[in-house]
């Protein structure tokens, strides 16, 4: 079945490092894929999609690229902020009907001052 | 306006109990969804409903019953609650067609004493 495997957390960066967060997936065909965000006691929130190979997702400063060679969707942002703390789901729908989501295990992202 | 709500936010009960979530979504949706996050945050699909048919139904316990009434409600009901039942149920909605961005609320967590 479909998997999505992220880096494992928790991930710990000064206010405006450079984060990286992996992403890789199995499915067959072409899934899209998604990073949402989860902010302590919230709901989880769309961050950036990609629908298709070689498309780009960006928000908030915060980008992914849809690498079916490499079947990854890394998530990156050049400077980080307090505010950025969260945990951080990769995602993934697969192609055809059905539309439910399959979720990588989540990084927790704490950002220093 | 809240686009997808859930109630109760907190909800705590004795093993053995019945207990139902209610959720609603305005986004105009076809589609809706519960998932069940554990305590590690990992995020498991649990049903999903298309025009208020059932059409994903992962393998869950069948004291968990999903109710639909009409496009815009899906609730939870779930009978004889045990203690490994303790977690935070997210409702989510999309649009089956319309670029598959689901949409989440902002969780209910339920505690079985």
């Known amino acids: 079945g479909d998997s999505v495997t992220q880096m494992e957390g928790p991930v710990t960066l000064s206010e405006e490092a450079f984060l990286t967060i992996n992403c890789t997936y199995t499915?067959?065909?072409?899934?899209?894929l998604f990073w949402y965000v989860q902010y302590p006691g919230e709901g989880l929130q769309l961050l950036l999609k990609?629908?298709?190979?070689?498309d780009k997702g960006s928000n908030k400063g915060f980008e992914a690229t849809y690498r079916k060679e490499t079947t990854s969707f890394h998530l990156e942002k050049g400077s980080v902020q307090v505010s950025d703390s969260a945990v951080y789901f990769c995602?993934?729908?697969?192609?055809?009907?059905?539309?439910?989501?399959?979720f990588g295990s989540g990084t927790q992202l704490t950002v220093l001052p | 306006d809240t686009a997808v709500s859930q109630t109760p936010k907190y909800l705590v009960t004795q093993m053995g109990n019945d207990k139902s979530i209610k959720c609603e979504q305005n986004?105009?949706?076809?589609?809706m969804y519960w998932y069940k996050q554990d305590s590690k945050k990992f995020l498991k699909i649990m049903f999903s409903?298309?025009?208020?048919?059932?059409?994903i139904n992962e393998t869950v316990p069948n004291r968990f019953s999903p109710k639909s009434p009409d496009k815009a409600h899906l609730n939870l009901h779930i009978n004889s609650l045990e203690l490994g039942d303790s977690a935070v149920y997210f409702c989510?909605?999309?649009?089956?067609?319309?670029?598959?961005?689901?949409?989440f609320g902002p969780g209910t967590r339920l505690l079985v004493l």
């Open positions: 989510a909605s999309s649009q089956l067609d319309g670029g598959e961005t689901q949409y």
């Open positions: 499915a067959t065909g072409y899934p899209s």
């Open positions: 990609a629908t298709k190979a070689d």
């Open positions: 995602a993934l729908t697969p192609s055809g009907s059905a539309r439910q989501l399959t």
């Open positions: 986004l105009g949706h076809d589609t």
């Open positions: 409903y298309n025009n208020k048919e059932l059409i």
